[in-house]
């Protein structure tokens, strides 16, 4: 089966006057009508550029802010097997190849420190292994951080804490399928934990940044992992037996708190939900709800509250959670969404939810927002697997695939657009 793709193009774009000029061309920006998920149209508000239309490129892709809150946005070039890097600044889109030894740059994510240093987690499917860039005076330091042969890492998510040090939790599955032996790269340039510096001035938290990874692995066996950066080296621990579609956010006090989905995945998955206490580790299940789990989203508010959004395959839905106490309130955001992959989410400063979802029967990009106890939605623009990131005045920084000839991810061409709306 064809791979799903998320291209991203690198266009140098300026939006003026309602058009957006283009390498000394001017093109037509990229916006549907006005209007609501009723009927069809893009919500109000939204403005959308294509960031990359260069090939099969944009897959993976996961969005990142910095302190100005200019968007950047890591992706997978899958024509030719590289990480890619672009960022947009003074209304331009530019980019980069970060990493091109090998197959490499799936599932990765993104978060930007307040020094303007950027940090990439993603996948070297040769080895198998969790790989991490690092940006800083302009020049890229790339290293390895777990290599295991054994096993196989098929999805990442990084965070900050208050010190500006990385912390990735990601899915580390063992199986024959990878057990090849493949180790024979030779890329040099893993280079352990020589790639990082002592950053103590720093002092970001990032946790405003969901990933955009696209975690489709569904095995059950192996690990959930935890990789925390210590100034000097990594710290690798395990947090959780089996899981899938891991996704991390820290609190004020820098503990972390991931989602993952764990069971069989066609017949039983469902949402679980891991923190770290006093340095151990504890699990539990959101929703016991039968196929409660299909890709999931978390956010810490600034009261230290946990929110979750996941895929209710049993009901077709998605849902919400928030922990209360020691239980979990869940309600549903929308039915009738299809089962496809595509699901993030952000807290705003005013502790309100904002979901991202991919409905499937419709064929849009859709936002919802919780508005006292009930949710609106609106389009975003034609379906695409989204990443998104909310800034300081609270600015909705959407990244996501299009295909430009059939509006489905699976045919044609797919580029990667940017969207973005105020409140």
Partial sequence: MKKQKNLVLVMTGLVLAGVVLVGGCVMKPDKDDEGSVEDGQQGAGWQTETVDDSGWVGIDPSIAV?????????????????????????????????????????????????????????????????????????????????????????????????????????NWEGGAEYNNGNNDEGDGKDVGNEGMDDDKDVDDKNNGVVDGNNNKNDNDSGFIKFASWNGSSWD??????????VYLALDNKDQPHVCFIKGDPNTDPRIHYASQIAGSWQTEIVDSATKSGGDCGIDVDSSGGIHITYHDYGQ????????????????????????????????????????????????????????????????INKMGIPS???????????????????????????????????Y
Wanted: aromatic share 8%; proline share 2%; hydrophobic share 30%.
């Fill in 66 to 170: 910095d302190s100005s809150s200019n968007p950047s946005i890591s992706y997978y070039d899958e024509d030719n097997h590289d990480l890619k890097y672009a960022w947009r600044q003074d209304g331009s889109w530019q980019s980069e190849v970060v990493d091109s030894t090998g197959d490499v740059g799936e599932e990765s994510s993104l978060v930007i420190d307040g020094q303007g240093t950027v940090h990439v987690s993603y996948v070297n499917h040769d080895k198998g292994a969790l790989k991490y860039a690092r940006k800083s005076g302009g020049s890229w330091d790339i290293s390895t951080i777990d290599d295991d042969n054994s096993h196989h890492v098929v999805a990442t998510s990084i965070v900050l804490d208050g010190q500006g040090y990385p912390h990735v939790a990601y």
């Fill in 236 to 245: 690798i621990e395990e947090a959780a037996p089996g899981g899938s579609d």
């Fill in 316 to 379: 077709g839905a998605i849902k919400y959670a928030k922990q209360e106490g020691d239980t979990w309130e869940t309600q549903t955001v929308v039915t009738g969404t299809g089962k496809q992959e595509g699901l993030r989410m952000v807290v705003d400063s005013a502790s309100q939810p904002h979901v991202i979802f991919v409905n499937d029967q419709t064929e849009k990009l859709i936002h919802a927002i919780l508005t006292g106890d009930s949710w609106t939605q609106e389009i």
């Fill in 388 to 422: 998104v990131a909310i800034d300081g005045n609270d600015r909705l920084h959407v990244a996501h695939g299009y295909s430009v000839e059939t509006d489905k991810l699976e045919d044609e061409t797919e580029i990667m657009r940017y969207s973005t709306r105020e």
